[in-house]
């Protein structure tokens, strides 16, 4: 199984393909591109703040590994907090954020990373390092019982240039 993917538009999108056919439905998107959509809009700030898709950008192009960790790792280069994020179909996914513009790759295994995860609300701590010579993102979910607050930083640095 790969863990490894490009940063297409240098970013990435984690997501959950599930609650994101739902949020396209309720607000009656039927435009492909969602990349588009979601910066030209304010419904790209509400995908954010609902936990539906947590964007990495200023990533510069190359294969970047991602994990699930428990703790933060010894030595890191950045670390962002105050993401939410919810699982509500047992599962999210990773890919380029320059997949966005053609919907349809969303379950793309081409060009995704899945994860299983139990369905509930989470923080998320997303944290960049080195591992050997593989750039990684790992990302830190913390259950929670609630939706917690947001405040994460989408002009985050993740100091890989």
Same mark, same amino acid.
């Given at each position: 199984? $790969?863990?490894?993917? &490009?940063?297409?538009?240098?970013?990435?999108?984690?997501?959950?393909?599930?609650?994101?056919?739902?949020?396209?439905?309720?607000?009656?998107?039927?435009?492909?591109?969602?990349?588009?959509?979601?910066t030209?809009?304010?419904?790209?700030?509400? !995908?954010?703040?609902?936990? !539906?898709?947590?964007? !990495?950008?200023?990533?510069?192009?190359? *294969?970047? $590994? &991602?994990?699930?960790?428990?703790?933060?790792?010894?030595s890191?280069?950045?670390?962002?907090?105050?993401?939410?994020?919810?699982?509500?179909n047992?599962? @999210?996914?990773?890919?380029?954020?320059?997949?966005?513009?053609?919907?349809?790759?969303?379950?793309?295994?081409?060009?995704?990373?899945? &994860?299983?995860?139990?369905?509930?609300?989470?923080?998320?701590?997303?944290?960049?390092?080195?591992?050997?010579?593989? $750039?990684? @993102?790992?990302?830190?979910?913390?259950?929670? *019982?609630? $939706?917690?607050? @947001?405040?994460? *930083?989408?002009?985050? *640095? @993740?100091?890989?240039?």
């Amino acid at each position: 199984m $790969k863990d490894t993917i &490009f940063s297409e538009l240098e970013g990435f999108v984690i997501y959950e393909p599930y609650r994101i056919k739902k949020f396209l439905q309720i607000n009656e998107i039927k435009d492909k591109n969602l990349l588009n959509y979601l910066t030209t809009s304010e419904l790209g700030d509400t !995908i954010t703040e609902e936990g !539906i898709a947590v964007p !990495i950008t200023w990533v510069p192009p190359d *294969d970047y $590994k &991602f994990s699930i960790l428990d703790s933060m790792p010894e030595s890191y280069l950045a670390r962002s907090e105050g993401w939410v994020f919810k699982v509500e179909n047992g599962s @999210f996914s990773i890919m380029g954020i320059g997949y966005l513009t053609n919907i349809d790759r969303i379950n793309d295994k081409d060009v995704n990373l899945s &994860f299983n995860l139990e369905n509930s609300w989470y923080s998320l701590t997303i944290v960049s390092y080195m591992e050997e010579e593989q $750039k990684c @993102f790992g990302l830190i979910l913390e259950k929670e *019982d609630y $939706k917690p607050d @947001f405040y994460g *930083d989408l002009e985050m *640095d @993740f100091l890989f240039s």
